[in-house]
C-alpha cells in the first residue's frame, strides 16, 4: 500500500444565494482542510459577507453555473487533495475524513459520496424528486452498462479528488451535469473511482437551483457526449 504522507487538503464549496447556511458549512469544514475557498455565485444576498466573516477565502464565479465555479475553484485551490461539498447543509463536514481516506491511503484517485448507499433525505417524496431519481438511476445504468463498472450515484456534489487528477479531466460542462462528466471522465481515462456511502440531509434553508425543466437537455446530451 502506498501512503501519502502529507496532502494538503483544499475544500471547495460552490455557493449561490446560500447567506443562511454558508457559515455553518465552513465552520464545520475547517478543521478538515488547509484552506476553506467559497466560490460564490451571483448571489443577491450576503452569500459573500456571511463567508468572509466565516474566514473562508472568497472568489467569484463567471455566471454560468455550478459547473463553471467548480472548474474556476479548480484552477485556483491550493491543495493537492480538493473537498468539493455544497453549501446548503445537505452534506455532513463530519463525513469528510472518510470521504479523504481512500485517497490519502493511495487506494483512489476520486472519491464520491454515494446517496444510494448512504440515503438521502431530500431525493424522494413529490413528483420533482421522482423524476430526478429516476433520470439519475438511469444515466447511472448507462455509465456502468458502458464501462463495465458498478456505481450506485452519478450525481453526488459530496466528492474528493486529487488536484492533478481533476485538472486532467479538463472540464467543460458549466452546470450541474459536472458532476457527471467528473464520473465519466475519471472511469474513462483509466484513474480509480471509489464510492462510499454518504447521507444526503435536506437543504437546511431556501430552494434547489435546479430547474429540471431548463436542463435535461443538456443531462442527456452530456452523457452521449462523455459515454461514447
Ligand atoms: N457558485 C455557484 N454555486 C452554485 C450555483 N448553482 C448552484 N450552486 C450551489 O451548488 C450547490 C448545489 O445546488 P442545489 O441547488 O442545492 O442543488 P441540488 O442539491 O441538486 O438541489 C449549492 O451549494 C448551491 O448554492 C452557481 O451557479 N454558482
Ligand atoms: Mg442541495
Redesign the pocket.
Known sequence: MIMTPVMKVSIV??????EKTIGRVIDGCRRYGDEVLV?????ADD?ALVAIAHGARIIQ?N????G??LREAINNVTGELIVFI???G?HDPDDIPRLIEPILNGKADHVTGSRLLGGSS?LHGGFDEFF?LMGSSFITACINWRYGVSISDS?N?FRAIKTDVAKRLALKEN??TIEQEMIMKTIKRGFTLVEIPTH?YK?QAG????RLTKVWFRYVYSLVKYLI
Open positions: 464549496i460552490p455557493a449561490l444565494n446560500e466560490v460564490n455565485g451571483p448571489s452569500t464565479d455566471g454560468k453555473g455550478k463553471a465555479a455544497d453549501a446548503d445537505s431530500e430526478r450525481q456534489g452546470i450541474t444526503e437543504r430552494a434547489s437551483k435546479i
